[in-house]
């Protein structure tokens, strides 16, 4: 009922910048939070960022300082700005969102997933 859908990974050279989108459409009655995850291969799907619906925010220890996540609710969208990117960030990048749609069932809803490379 909610789709996510990502842009803006790619290739990027160590201490490089990249800027992820992820825009909800669907029958959204309110969102909670937004947030990134990521998965490098062979591990585990891990939170990098979120942002709740009131503008707080939390960061994986590793991202501290280097991303940064904002949102604009009247489009659904959030941003994830990735700044000093180090090989070690590479992986796939996932939003997730969750909230209510309309009709007052909640939802979590995931995008497809962008890929991010970070060379040395």
């Known amino acids: 009922q909610v789709q996510l859908v990502e842009s803006g990974g790619g290739l990027v050279q160590a201490g490089g910048s990249l800027r992820l989108s992820c825009a909800a459409s669907?029958?959204?009655?309110?969102?909670?939070?937004m947030g990134w995850y990521r998965q490098a291969p062979g591990e585990q799907r891990e939170l990098v960022t979120a942002?709740?619906?009131?503008?707080?925010?939390n960061y994986a220890d590793s991202v501290k300082g280097r991303f940064t996540i904002s949102r604009d609710s009247a489009k659904n969208t959030v941003y994830l700005q990735m700044n000093s990117l180090k090989p070690e960030d590479t992986g796939v990048y996932y939003c997730?969102?969750?909230?209510?749609?309309?009709?007052?069932?909640?939802?979590?809803?995931w995008g497809q997933g962008t890929q991010v490379t970070v060379s040395s």
């Open positions: 669907g029958r959204i009655f309110s969102i909670n939070a």
């Open positions: 997730n969102a969750r909230g209510v749609v309309v009709g007052y069932s909640d939802f979590v809803s």
């Open positions: 942002i709740t619906s009131g503008g707080s925010t």
